[in-house]
């Protein structure tokens, strides 16, 4: 097993790490665009009227995690059968979801709409049409679920990259078209994207069909697979919840006590944001499915390694990344937008710590998830995090400024993950604090400020922005790699990347 698994990670984390470098120039470009072409004020109104919809994307997020686990699971164990049956059941879970978002968002969602959101009286016919296009779009993401998890569970990860490139390219395309549309932009661009979840719905479907046994329809007669899903997707749920509150409950926060300008802003970080978590997502996404077997075939040596790697690579990716974005993001948001304000700088380096320190529950989750014991994990976890939501109103009432929302974010997330960490210890009594502390915490401290430090002093020896900003996305990556191969890597991981590049040479 540890000899061919590390070589079908390596290949599918390049294949992810390859499907987000283009969909994150595609987007960023189309965030460009798309400021351009519906201004400020409409960018900001679209990005909080999708926020009311985005509210509820948790719980098809939790199906989208339920469903992978158990076909993980099941595909560790070779039990063919309940293959079958978790693909049929979740195909009715999703049916039955959709018409309960359709429900609520129809009822509560449009009063909520109507009556509390700050938006001028001559756009909210076209807010009223983006709203319903936001949540058909979000219903056609919801049925998708069963057939891309199947790809994904299978890690047919060449599949999922085309699939979701082609999906940024049509968004691109919608963008691209607005400035040629007859109609309102806003609307024009909301049906755009609705014409575009239908069609990636019926790729994955159709390829999930064609492609794997289990993704044809059939009778449940296992009732009990439902409580599984229920009792796995009730905690998860309540842990997306408290995600989903701190940035979208939070964007509706800023729209109430600031108005579009600041909501266009934190929109503008949540893009960064976007593109962070989707690398982190191509690392996990590509170690999920190989945790999660470990677990089932009870391969515990090995759960551990992908474990202790999955934190390292994870975390080092985020932090070269992400310490020259933070060092250069005035010229970065020049060069991308034309036109900024400082709250969008401040808003921007702040959502790249918040969301590296996000990152690093994954590998923890991951291990919680196959083991099944998710219940008192998110309830005493995501307590933590639900706090940042009154905590950010209650300091907005005392008349603290707008960055306050993202420092309520990243202190909440950084007091979680320790308790996600003590959770792990007493599920799993062979995780160890101390070895996590001296092994991954403490190096990874050491690294990032050295890194940060040098760093720093590079971008303050070059006056030149142009060079400046060449010397220092080239300098800080390989700085960190060395710091990271020297000081933060096992004998094990070592000898992963050296075959991994003699590999690449081969």
Same mark, same amino acid.
């Given at each position: 097993?540890?000899?061919?698994?590390?070589?079908?990670?390596?290949?599918?984390?390049?294949?992810?790490?390859?499907?987000?470098?283009?969909?994150?120039?595609?987007?960023?470009?189309? %965030?460009?665009?798309?400021?351009?072409?519906?201004?400020?004020?409409?960018?900001?109104?679209?990005?909080?009227?999708?926020?009311? %919809?985005?509210?509820?994307?948790?719980?098809?997020?939790? $199906?989208?995690?339920?469903?992978?686990?158990?076909?993980?699971?099941?595909?560790?164990?070779?039990?063919?059968?309940? $293959?079958?049956?978790?693909?049929?059941?979740?195909?009715?879970?999703?049916?039955?979801?959709?018409?309960?978002?359709?429900?609520?968002?129809?009822?509560?969602?449009?009063?909520?709409?109507?009556?509390?959101?700050?938006? =001028?009286? /001559?756009?909210?016919?076209?807010?009223?049409?983006?709203?319903?296009?936001?949540?058909?779009?979000?219903?056609?993401?919801?049925?998708?679920?069963?057939?891309?998890?199947?790809?994904?569970?299978?890690?047919?990860?060449?599949?999922?990259?085309?699939? #979701?490139?082609?999906? &940024?390219?049509?968004?691109?395309?919608?963008?691209?078209?607005?400035?040629?549309? +007859? *109609? /309102?932009?806003?609307?024009?661009?909301?049906?755009?994207?609705?014409?575009?979840?239908?069609?990636?719905?019926?790729?994955?479907?159709?390829?999930?069909?064609?492609?794997?046994?289990?993704? @044809?329809?059939?009778?449940?007669?296992?009732? #009990?697979?439902?409580?599984?899903?229920?009792? !796995?997707?009730?905690?998860?749920? !309540?842990?997306?919840?408290?995600?989903?509150?701190?940035?979208?409950?939070?964007?509706?926060?800023?729209?109430?006590?600031?108005?579009?300008?600041?909501?266009?802003?934190?929109?503008?970080?949540?893009?960064?944001?976007?593109?962070?978590?989707?690398?982190?997502?191509?690392?996990?996404?590509?170690?999920?499915?190989?945790?999660?077997?470990?677990?089932?075939?009870?391969?515990?040596?090995?759960?551990?390694?992908?474990?202790?790697?999955?934190?390292?690579?994870?975390?080092?990716?985020?932090?070269?990344?992400?310490?020259?974005?933070?060092?250069?993001?005035?010229?970065?948001?020049?060069?991308?937008?034309?036109?900024? +304000?400082?709250?969008?700088?401040?808003?921007?380096?702040?959502?790249?710590?918040? %969301?590296? *320190?996000?990152?690093?529950?994954?590998?923890?989750? *991951?291990?919680?998830?196959?083991?099944?014991?998710?219940?008192?994990? @998110?309830?005493?976890?995501?307590?933590?995090?639900?706090? &940042? !939501?009154?905590? #950010?109103?209650?300091?907005?009432?005392?008349?603290?400024?707008?960055?306050?929302?993202? %420092?309520?974010? *990243?202190?909440? &997330?950084?007091?979680?993950?320790?308790?996600?960490?003590? &959770?792990?210890?007493?599920?799993?009594? /062979?995780? #160890?604090?101390?070895?996590?502390?001296?092994?991954?915490?403490?190096?990874?401290?050491?690294?990032?400020?050295?890194?940060?430090?040098?760093?720093?002093?590079?971008?303050?020896?070059?006056?030149? =922005?142009?060079?400046?900003?060449?010397?220092?996305?080239?300098?800080?990556?390989?700085? $960190? +790699?060395?710091?990271?191969?020297?000081?933060?890597?096992?004998?094990?991981?070592?000898?992963?990347?050296?075959?991994?590049?003699?590999?690449?040479?081969?």
């Amino acid at each position: 097993m540890e000899n061919r698994q590390p070589k079908k990670i390596a290949k599918n984390t390049l294949l992810l790490f390859m499907r987000m470098f283009v969909l994150m120039l595609i987007n960023l470009y189309a %965030v460009r665009l798309l400021l351009s072409a519906l201004g400020e004020e409409d960018y900001g109104i679209f990005n909080v009227v999708a926020g009311v %919809v985005t509210m509820l994307s948790c719980m098809g997020t939790v $199906l989208a995690l339920a469903t992978q686990r158990f076909y993980s699971d099941a595909d560790g164990k070779k039990d063919y059968k309940r $293959l079958k049956e978790i693909f049929s059941a979740s195909i009715n879970l999703n049916i039955g979801l959709s018409f309960i978002i359709l429900i609520v968002f129809e009822t509560i969602g449009l009063w909520f709409l109507n009556v509390h959101l700050n938006i =001028p009286d /001559d756009r909210m016919f076209a807010v009223q049409c983006i709203y319903q296009f936001s949540i058909f779009t979000f219903i056609c993401s919801i049925l998708q679920i069963p057939y891309m998890s199947a790809v994904i569970a299978h890690e047919h990860m060449g599949i999922y990259t085309i699939i #979701s490139t082609v999906e &940024c390219l049509l968004r691109l395309i919608v963008v691209c078209l607005i400035a040629y549309a +007859s *109609i /309102d932009g806003l609307i024009f661009y909301g049906g755009g994207l609705f014409l575009v979840s239908i069609l990636i719905f019926l790729t994955y479907a159709i390829t999930a069909n064609r492609k794997y046994a289990e993704c @044809h329809y059939q009778k449940v007669k296992n009732k #009990s697979l439902y409580k599984e899903f229920t009792a !796995f997707s009730g905690w998860t749920l !309540f842990g997306s919840v408290a995600s989903i509150g701190m940035v979208q409950g939070n964007t509706i926060l800023l729209n109430l006590f600031f108005g579009p300008i600041t909501n266009a802003a934190f929109a503008i970080a949540l893009q960064i944001n976007n593109a962070f978590a989707a690398l982190c997502n191509s690392v996990v996404m590509a170690l999920r499915p190989a945790m999660i077997r470990s677990y089932a075939s009870n391969d515990r040596d090995y759960l551990q390694k992908l474990f202790n790697t999955s934190n390292k690579f994870l975390f080092f990716i985020l932090i070269a990344i992400g310490v020259p974005l933070i060092s250069e993001m005035y010229d970065i948001l020049n060069i991308w937008l034309g036109d900024f +304000s400082e709250e969008m700088v401040l808003f921007s380096r702040m959502i790249i710590v918040y %969301v590296i *320190i996000l990152a690093m529950h994954n590998p923890i989750t *991951i291990i919680m998830h196959a083991s099944g014991k998710v219940k008192y994990y @998110h309830l005493i976890s995501e307590s933590v995090m639900i706090v &940042c !939501f009154p905590l #950010s109103l209650i300091l907005f009432l005392f008349g603290m400024p707008s960055y306050t929302v993202l %420092v309520c974010m *990243i202190s909440v &997330c950084a007091l979680a993950h320790v308790v996600r960490m003590f &959770c792990l210890k007493y599920y799993q009594t /062979d995780f #160890s604090i101390r070895r996590y502390l001296l092994s991954f915490v403490i190096p990874s401290i050491v690294i990032t400020i050295l890194t940060c430090g040098l760093t720093y002093l590079v971008h303050e020896s070059i006056d030149n =922005p142009l060079p400046r900003f060449i010397v220092v996305f080239i300098f800080c990556p390989i700085l $960190l +790699s060395i710091l990271m191969y020297c000081l933060g890597l096992s004998s094990f991981e070592k000898s992963i990347i050296k075959k991994t590049i003699h590999h690449v040479i081969k």
